[in-house]
């Protein structure tokens, strides 16, 4: 299944290039772009984290690890807090007791729960105005309320026991309760609080990037026991080159399925762009949260409920799941996208009017 699915993404690659070289005529040469052009920002967000991943470990191994021995949980869960790309995967591989174990954490969870802490939720808060926030913060209640469901399919199509997933999973249903009381109750400090966690991560990627890059060009050690960043550059690139193609299918998805998606909002209760939404998030979650100004105020509670889980699935996670772990890519589709549309489901029922 994974072969095919990167069959489909190079098909995707050679149709957007082609289009490129004969001017754009289809406007998947833009697409086949587009992905390549993201290599900057992508690095410039992760390759930093990526390079500090050791010394976190060796923090948290120090400071929590003891804790979660004397309560049996594995501390490899600790690193899906972070996004999969965002160091989630290196650093749960680093604090796991098993191989397993970190690789549900860092490829499953981080590509859930992490990406919605660390990107989605604080990137969303900043984007959206504030009238719009209240719906945003529903979807997302809704979404982190359906997140259990991912997390189980994921953890089983990796090989994990039912009752392993939900011992391994329990601090982030734990964190992820905590977070729905935050955004329920008290959603202008939450929002105060996301956008200074977004600050520090960011803080943190740009010091690993420029210690990287010092002890690239000079030989000279800044911080020993950084990863090398050409390591992290390496799987910036993976994620670059998948999205070459995943770009171009997924604007191919979206003319295809234009008339599916159209009666889909029409029995919703959905306008076009709330539908058109759910296909880019499935992209990025960016271009779906800066639609939200054109969607109705259920397309708003639905896109970002979907987001929560099913955000990227087709692109950067997908692509860094391929350069990392590719027996994982099955699983983490079935797990974003099983999420996702859990989510968006619920919100659709829990936002019916009247």
């Known amino acids: 299944m994974n072969t095919i ?24 040469g833009k697409r086949f772009e587009e992905g390549f052009l993201l290599l900057g920002t992508t690095a410039l967000s992760m390759a930093g984290i990526i390079c500090l991943t050791p010394l976190l470990s060796m923090l948290l191994k120090a400071a929590v690890v003891p804790l979660c021995d004397w309560s049996g949980l594995d501390p490899g869960i600790l690193g899906g807090i972070l996004a999969i790309d965002m160091g989630g995967y290196q650093l749960s591989m680093e604090l796991a007791g098993t191989p397993d174990v970190g690789r549900y954490a860092g490829i499953i969870v981080g590509a859930t729960f992490g990406c919605t802490i660390t990107f989605t939720i604080p990137v969303g808060m900043g984007m959206i105005s504030g009238e719009e926030r209240p719906l945003f913060a529903k979807g997302m209640l ?8 991912s997390l189980l399919l994921g953890g089983l199509f990796c090989g994990l026991r039912v009752t392993e997933v939900l011992c391994l999973s329990l601090p982030v249903f734990v964190l992820s309760l905590m977070l729905m009381a935050g955004i329920r109750f008290f959603p ?22 420029v210690v990287g890059a010092v002890e690239y060009m000079t030989g ?23 999205l070459l193609g995943s ?8 003319r295809i399925l234009e008339k599916p998606l159209n009666w889909i909002g029409s029995r919703t209760g959905m306008n076009g762009n709330s539908v058109a939404g759910l ?3 499935i992209v990025s979650p960016v271009p779906a949260i800066a639609m939200m100004k054109e969607m109705d105020a259920r397309g708003k509670v639905v896109n970002a409920a979907f987001l929560v889980c099913g955000a990227s699935a087709l692109a950067a ?38």
């Open 247 to 254: 770009l171009p299918v997924a604007e191919l998805l979206r």
């Open 279 to 281: 296909l880019m998030g």
């Open 220 to 242: 000279f050690q800044i911080l020993k026991g950084i990863a090398p960043i050409e390591e992290a550059m390496a799987v910036v690139s993976s994620i670059g080159v998948v």
């Open 317 to 354: 996670h997908m692509g860094f799941a391929y350069g990392t772990e590719p027996e994982l890519v099955v699983p983490l589709l079935v797990s974003k996208l099983a999420g996702g549309l859990c989510g968006a489901g619920a919100a659709v029922v829990l936002s019916r009017k009247g």
């Open 5 to 28: 699915i990167m069959w489909i993404m190079a098909a995707g690659a050679v149709i957007g290039g082609v289009d490129k070289i004969c001017g754009n005529r289809l406007g998947l």
């Open 142 to 149: 809704i979404g982190l309320g359906m997140m259990p469901v």
């Open 188 to 209: 202008h400090k939450m929002i105060r609080g996301f956008g200074y966690f977004a600050a520090g991560i960011g803080f943190l990627t740009t010091v690993g990037l």
